[in-house]
């Protein structure tokens, strides 16, 4: 199933170019969920229909989908039915725990949001909707804003390597010997339940990961040109390159006409068309589609007004395989080092950080960071120097003579 996750700068038109780019999907004979992460008036009053404000579970975070026109669904994702249900099984799942710490469980009307509630719920949603993926041909979701996204995006990753952490695969061994330690400790030792917790966690992690990571999977960017707008969607392209995620257009949304005899709204839109210019530029180099929408005069309300969007807001096929975007570059024979190549488009040199840690080396983009695995040959050797080239961050690495396999 194809999906395409859409994003933007706050306030750039995200939910009109994400329902505008299903309704174009739909009338081009895909059956197309749109699933919005919004819960305010905006995605209802875009479709010109209702969304239920809550529903669903900890498996399908979502009401029923309600149709919006032939072919075309739309759902919003129901973060708090997701928390109180996931909340309540951790409950019955940590009985004995609670048991032990002589604590009462929180009854469900107690149970109330906490903070990242939102970003658990719409992963579980992307789950849900490629385990369902046979009702669907498009999956097209309304993101928070671009830099929220990123760190969404993220976080499947990161949770997992803290479950890893916490509780590494050797240390599920001592399960086996809880019975003896119950009895030696003369109290109850966690139960199954909680190893079992885990587990379940860790897959649901990996198959989340599995959706974002999938071919069919990109983003698409939304851009009202302008200066802090453009400034902002940089940083937020460097995340997503840093994160792996493809991005297939760039939508420049809200565009104002030229020409006006206004000299207020003539200046408006000439500020609007540099800007623009310079988004095109930068993205265009990169193999980036660019796609225009025009203002309408007015906020879009309604089918009506989406079906106007919708030629320029028409999803793109797959950009091909993703594959591994980082590579390695032998240059041994003639510089004696490796280079690590880490494409990152529209990086600031000072916005940069590199840590080496071991066998990991710690990349940060301006406010986003991750931790990346070295590939094995470059374990073997220690951090020579970086430099940000063409987009890319080109780390440097010169063979650890106490490591490196010397030749007779």
Known sequence: MRTVLVTGPGGAGRTTVAAATALAAARAGRRTLLLTCDRGPAPDAVLGT??????????????????????????????????RALAGDLQDRGTSLFDLLGAAPLDPEE???????????ALAALRAAHADAGAWDLLVVDMPPAHETVRLLALPEQLDRYLRRLLPPERQ????????LAQLAGVPMPTQKVY???ERWQRELAAVRRVIEADGTTVRLVAEPGPLG????????????????????LVANRLLPTGSADP?????????RT?????????????????????LGRAPRGTADLAALAAGAA??????????????????????????RLPLPGADRDGLGLVRRGDELVVGVGPFRRVLPLPSALRRCGVAGAGLRDGALCVRFLPDPDLWPRTP
């Not at 404000?53 to 129901?78: F, K, M, S």
């Not at 061994?173 to 003896?180: D, H, I, S, V």
């Not at 207020?264 to 609007?272: G, N």
């Not at 800007?275 to 203002?295: I, K």
């Open 230 to 249: 453009n400034d902002v969607l940089r940083t937020a392209r460097a995340g997503l390159a840093l994160q792996g995620c493809r991005i297939d257009s």
């Open 315 to 340: 999803p793109t096929e797959a950009v091909g395989p993703g594959g591994d975007p980082w590579t390695v570059e032998d240059r041994l024979a003639d510089d004696g080092m490796l280079i690590w």
């Open 50 to 83: 209702v969304l239920p404000a809550e529903g669903g579970d900890e498996r399908t975070p979502w009401a029923p989908p309600v149709q919006a026109a032939p072919g075309l669904w739309a759902a919003r994702v129901g973060t708090g039915e997701h928390f």
């Open 111 to 121: 149970l109330t949001e906490l903070p990242g509630a939102e970003q658990l719920a």
């Open 264 to 272: 207020w709204l003539a200046a408006l839109a000439d500020e609007q």
């Open 196 to 198: 079992e917790t885990v």
């Open 173 to 180: 061994a001592a399960r086996a010997l809880r019975p003896m």
């Open 275 to 295: 800007a623009h210019q310079a988004l095109c530029e930068e993205f265009l180099a990169d193999g980036v589609t660019v796609r225009d929408l025009p203002h």
